[in-house]
């Protein structure tokens, strides 16, 4: 089994920035892509990015364009949310999930396509 721990989630005022990082565990050699998704109190939960763990090939929401990046560093089974411009609508659990399938038909970001799930940290955005 995989095991997924984030870190790096906190509290900071609207425009500043946080890291959150993501360290995989376990059958991790068949990772092929690797996902962010945050949900808000009373809210669905949402796709952020998406890393492929092969190529590196990257795809993110359009909320979170050109603030967020997401990244990995494939000797240390980690994957990274550099995420800059904070506002207070990013505010959220954030999660990271994985997907060891050979293939999948679900779009980039639809939480159904990935298997193994963190447990979340939390980022808190204030105005």
Excluded at 7 to 32: E, F, H, K, M, P
Excluded at 72 to 80: G, I, R
């Amino acid at each position: 089994q995989a095991q997924l721990v984030e870190s790096g989630g906190g509290s900071v005022q609207a425009g500043g920035s946080l890291r959150l990082s993501c360290v995989a565990s376990g059958y991790t050699y068949n990772r092929r892509r690797m996902g962010w998704f945050r949900q808000a109190p009373g809210k669905k939960r949402e796709g952020v990015a998406r890393i492929y763990t092969g190529s590196g090939g990257t795809y993110y929401a359009d909320s979170v364009e050109g603030r967020f990046t997401i990244s990995q560093d494939n000797a240390k089974n980690t994957v990274y949310l550099q995420m800059n411009s904070l506002k207070p609508e990013d505010t959220g659990m954030y999660y990271c999930a994985a997907d060891t399938t050979p293939r999948s038909s679900y779009r980039p970001l639809n939480a159904a396509g990935y298997n193994y799930w963190g447990q979340g940290t939390q980022v808190t955005v204030s105005s």
